[in-house]
């Protein structure tokens, strides 16, 4: 079991400007002690949309043409964290351990979007 949380930061350049949103997700592994927590960080960049508000949503992450997840979203979290463990990610390490977010969101839109299809008959 996983206690996780979303949140939205920049980091300001030389001219005090506040550059690079991203969001991080952490999971942390319950109950506590049982391994470290797991960081998935989405930093914006070219291509890729990671809104501090209006007009997307608050959680949003996601390729200008192409995957997207809400990240505030239980089922979005849970097919990050099972691509996450699919990559090689071992729950039991005990340090912190931070994985580029854009490297899990196509495989994890991709489970998000079989889970919502209807089963074939």
Do not use: K
Not at 55 to 68: H, K, Q
Not at 71 to 86: I, T
Request: with cysteine; hydrophobic share 35%.
């Amino acid at each position: 079991m996983y206690m996780w949380s979303m949140r939205h930061s920049h980091h300001m350049d030389a001219g005090g400007r506040s550059v690079d949103c991203r969001h991080t997700l952490t999971l942390s592994p319950q109950p506590a002690g049982t391994g470290g927590p797991l960081r998935i960080v989405f930093a914006s960049g070219p291509g890729r949309y990671v809104p501090g508000g209006a007009p997307l949503g608050s959680g949003d992450v996601g390729f200008v043409r192409g995957a997207g997840l809400n990240l505030h979203e239980p089922g979005a979290v849970r097919a990050l964290l099972d691509a996450a463990l699919a990559g090689g990610w071992q729950p039991e390490e005990r340090g912190a351990v931070e994985i580029d977010g854009w490297s899990l969101l196509e495989p994890a839109a991709t489970a998000r979007a079989e889970d919502a299809s209807p089963e074939s008959p």
